[in-house]
């Protein structure tokens, strides 16, 4: 199985901050990597699909870049709504796995 | 609005068996794959199981393989997971999703989760 490591796994940030969290492969995925949102009691929520494309509807203020084993997921600007813990995912072989999670809270 | 809804979840022994059940609406269930994926209280998210378009193909982690079997019934837009000998390790939240496996295999959208909870 592919084992996804996040890092952090968790950070403070402050509203307006540029958050990054990363996401490794334990062997090279192309670019079979999504990102997902989820906050408290809520199901998760996709953000970003194949690496990079901004899935219909989230704010262009999230982006993801990489492919291989080396990923991130970038917020440019932390809003208030956006404090929730950050999932990856890996498409690329089953079983798809995910990331331990990375959780943004507030400073 | 395309919706997915669970139910079927609660509190059953050690060994005992549930019948988890995804309503589907919106859109077409027989395009897609479907998964369930599971989340125990406090931890990450683990994929369980996905089934093909036309329940030709049906995938499981090998912690369920023998005692978990993913179903469909497209002429009713529903998803099903018949859980058997359950373990305390099986406690979680069970979110059904679509599957893009055709794609590039994310997951979208996600139901609400149904608790699953096996304790004596």
């Known amino acids: 199985d592919i084992q996804m490591t996040q890092s952090p796994s968790s950070l403070s940030a402050s509203v307006g901050d540029r958050v990054t969290i990363t996401c490794r492969a334990s062997q090279s995925i192309n670019t079979y990597l999504n990102w997902y949102q989820q906050k408290p009691g809520k199901a998760p929520n996709l953000l970003i699909y194949?690496?990079?494309s901004l899935q219909s509807g989230v704010p262009s203020r999230f982006s993801g870049s990489g492919s291989g084993a080396d990923f991130t997921l970038t917020i440019s600007s932390l809003q208030p709504e956006d404090f929730a813990t950050y999932f990856c995912q890996q498409s690329y072989s089953t079983p798809v796995t995910f990331g331990q999670g990375t959780k943004v809270e507030i400073k | 609005d395309v919706q997915l809804v669970e139910s079927g979840g609660g509190l059953v022994q050690p060994g005992g068996s549930l019948r988890l059940s995804c309503a589907a609406s919106g859109f077409t269930l027989s395009n897609y794959w479907m998964s369930w994926v599971r989340q125990a209280p406090g931890k990450g998210l683990e994929w369980v199981a996905n089934?093909?378009?036309?329940?030709?193909?049906?995938y499981y982690v090998d912690s369920v393989k023998g005692r978990f079997t993913i179903s469909r019934d497209n002429a009713k837009n529903s998803l099903f997971l018949q859980m058997n000998s359950l373990r305390a390790e099986d406690t979680a939240v069970y979110y059904c999703a679509r599957d893009f496996s055709d794609f590039w295999g994310w997951f979208d959208p996600w139901g609400q989760g149904t608790l699953v909870t096996v304790s004596s």
């Open positions: 194949a690496a990079s």
């Open positions: 089934i093909k378009e036309d329940g030709t193909e049906k």
